[in-house]
C-alpha cells in the first residue's frame, strides 16, 4: 500500500493531508476556492486518491496556506513512495489549455529542488480570496523539496491565467502519475537507490 498521511500545525496554519498513490476519493477543503479547484485537478488527473483539509491565515495572504500544504503534500508524497523500487521515475508531459501550453518534467530522485517559470502576469489575481501565479510557484517548490523530487515547470505560452495555471497543475498531475507506476522490480538508477 503505497499510502501516507502528514499533518502539519503552526501558528499560521493547519493542513492535514491523506495521499493514496494508487487512486482513491479525491476530497479538498481550502478557503481558497481556486486552490481548491488546482488541488481537485490533482487528484484527478494524477489518478490520486487525496484529501485535503487546509485552514489558516488566508485573510491575511494565501501564501502560507498555499506553501504549507505544498509542505505538507510533499512530505505524505514521500513517505508514499517508500524504497522508490521499481517505480518508472522520470516523467514529463506537455499540456495544452485552449491557447495557454505548460511543460511539466519530474523525476524522482530524491533530491527536492523545482525551477518553475509561469510568466505571464505574476501580479494577477484569481479569485476571492485572491490567488496569484506566485502562489502556484511557491506551491511548486515546497512539494519538490518536501517530496524529494527534481521539478520543471514551464510556460511555452502564456495567455489567460486561469487557463495557464491549470496546464501546469494538470501537467503536474499526469507527470506524477507516470512517474511513480511501478514498471520493474529494480531501482531506476545506477548508485542503486533514490534518497537524494
Given at each position: ?5 502528514f499533518e502539519r ?140 523530487c527534481t521539478l520543471?515547470?514551464?510556460?511555452v505560452r502564456d ?38
Amino acid at each position: 500500500m503505497r499510502t501516507a498521511t502528514f499533518e502539519r500545525s503552526s501558528q499560521e496554519t493547519q493542513i492535514a493531508v491523506a495521499l493514496d498513490l494508487d487512486g482513491g476519493s479525491v476530497s479538498i477543503s481550502t478557503p481558497v476556492p481556486f486552490f481548491s479547484h488546482m488541488l481537485s485537478q490533482l487528484g484527478v488527473h494524477g489518478a490520486l486518491g487525496l484529501s485535503v483539509e487546509a485552514t489558516g491565515d488566508w485573510m491575511v495572504d494565501a501564501h502560507h496556506l498555499v506553501e504549507d500544504t505544498g509542505i505538507a503534500l510533499g512530505s505524505a508524497f514521500r513517505e508514499a513512495l517508500g524504497d522508490r523500487i521499481g517505480i518508472e521515475r522520470f516523467a514529463d508531459r506537455l499540456i495544452p489549455l485552449d491557447e495557454s501550453l505548460v511543460q511539466v518534467a519530474i523525476d524522482l530522485s530524491g533530491r527536492g529542488r523545482a525551477v518553475v517559470e509561469l510568466g505571464g502576469n505574476r501580479s494577477l489575481a484569481l479569485g476571492t480570496p485572491a490567488f496569484y501565479v506566485e502562489h502556484a510557484e511557491e506551491f511548486f517548490a515546497a512539494f519538490a523539496r518536501h517530496g524529494g523530487c527534481t521539478l520543471h515547470v514551464h510556460s511555452v505560452r502564456d495567455g489567460n491565467t486561469h487557463h495557464q495555471l491549470e496546464a501546469a497543475f494538470k501537467g503536474f498531475a499526469r507527470a506524477v502519475r507516470d512517474a511513480v507506476r511501478v514498471t520493474s522490480t529494480a531501482v531506476a538508477s545506477s548508485k542503486g537507490l533514490l534518497d537524494g
